[in-house]
């Protein structure tokens, strides 16, 4: 199954480009960040949107929990010399509750579950170093440059995931780690709504000498 943005494999993972231009297709490589906003295909094919966390966690990860965020086809584990996409990493763990909502395929979720967590643990350890639910470290995302300091932007994408995380953790009987993610997101939406929001609408604390 093929059209100029998706494709098929044998296998019966699906692979995408960002988009088509008139000739070619543009931005390869599934990319996480750009595929966060895709809706259609969970729903109305979620095995298919399945096959993509599987690449992301299980192809594309380290065993530090990196993710690179386009996968290479024929699809193989990549290098992980580059950035990994706070917004992608992040959206994927969203995005795993999302298809486990809509399967109940709570098998399918425990076979992924180490990853996720792995996954999860990489991006509290590099981009909130201090453990307060707070993005401080610079983060790579959609914009092809990395934000140094605090943002609701990418943060809002790390208290959803943290969320998304109490849900699942609570979900395969992981109460004390469950409660571990509930922590972090109370501590980061707090001092989100205090620091970030300026009595109408929130900005970036820029922060250039963030250590990274």
Known sequence: MKSPTVLRQHDGRLWAWEGCFDTAGCCAGSCTHVWNYAQALPNLFPSLERTLRETEFCVCQNEKGHQTFRCSLPIRPPTHGFHAAADGQLGGIIKVYRDWRISGDTDWLRKL?????????????TWDPNHNGVLSS?????????????????????????RAMEELARRLGEAEQANEYRRLFESGRAWTDAHLFNGEYYEQRVNPNAPR
Request: charged content about 10%; overall charge negative.
């Open 138 to 162: 610079p983060h790579h995302n959609t914009y092809d440059i990395e934000f140094w300091g605090p943002n609701s932007m990418l943060g809002s994408y790390y208290l959803a995931a943290l």
């Open 113 to 125: 579950w180490p990853q996720i967590k792995t996954s999860m643990n990489y991006c509290i350890d």
